[in-house]
């Protein structure tokens, strides 16, 4: 009775190490994130969205906007959760002396997770961010380009001093701002000893080292877009609209659609 008991638990346990989703954190080794799948879809891409400054991945999974969104693409949403109350990324306020290398294995391994654990095509992933979630996903996409199909950073950008140049680049890159800004401003502004990036000089520095080129404007309601490409089609898109520090769905929305359109995702 006891060889089969022990027997019964062995055979759960792995299920148990998986069993997770949008109401109950996936564990990976001492970090953890969540999980929404949409209905009725095999193998399919997924948003993975980072959260401002001491959010959480249930904050995420509370916005109905973002899991109506990832209902409306037939994609999964997947709520990152930051090393503390802040994503360790270099220049932080927590931690300015950082490099990164937290937030760097956490996402290293966070994408095969996707694939092995729930069927995620890890080729149509898309990693979008507001706030401080929106400073993380500018660090990945200059750290880790390759690791996802495109970077959706909003209303945050690197910490000061911008990097001099991008060992990922060219990636597919769309930051969305509010020229009216007061908490991260487009120009940046101090916090605590440090100070945020300003936003021109990361687009600048991606441009140079992706060779990004031939601006056009692109139509996007209530916001005036411009967009540069690569000769292999990778593009660079700076989205402004005339609000304050704000978030919405439709943001990472059109990214999605957008770099869907151009053969990206």
Not at 159 to 178: D, E, F, M, Q, Y
Not at 219 to 235: I, L, R, Y
């Amino acid at each position: 009775m006891r060889l089969a008991v022990l027997l019964l638990g062995l055979c759960l346990a792995p299920l148990t190490a998986v069993a997770c989703g949008a109401d109950t954190d996936c564990a990976l080794g001492d970090r953890t994130y969540r999980i929404l799948m949409p209905e009725g879809v095999e193998r399919p891409g997924a948003v993975v969205f980072a959260h401002g400054y001491r959010g959480s991945a249930s904050g995420t999974m509370r916005s109905q906007g973002l899991r109506d969104m990832a209902a409306e693409l037939g994609v999964a949403l997947v709520a990152v959760k930051s090393y503390a109350e802040d994503w360790r990324i270099p220049g932080v306020p927590a931690d300015p002396a950082t490099d990164g290398a937290q937030e760097r294995q956490y996402f290293s391994a966070l994408v095969p997770a996707l694939a092995e654990r729930h069927g995620i095509d890890t080729g149509r992933l898309l990693l979008a961010g507001f706030s401080a979630g929106g400073m993380v996903t500018w660090q990945m996409a200059c750290d880790l380009g390759d690791l996802f199909a495109g970077f959706a950073p909003i209303a945050g950008t690197f910490w000061a001093p911008v990097p001099s140049t991008c060992a990922s680049a060219p990636v597919n890159l769309i930051h969305t701002h509010g020229t009216s800004d007061k908490i991260v401003p487009l120009a940046g502004r101090p916090s605590a000893e440090t100070h945020q990036g300003d936003v021109e000089k990361a687009v600048s520095v991606l441009r140079a080292a992706g060779g990004y080129g031939n601006p056009v404007d692109v139509p996007a309601e209530g916001m005036a877009c411009t967009a540069e490409s690569t000769p292999d089609n990778h593009v660079l898109e700076l989205c402004l609209h005339d609000g304050g520090h704000s978030m919405r769905a439709s943001y990472v929305a059109r990214a999605w659609r957008r770099l869907e359109a151009l053969g990206a995702l």
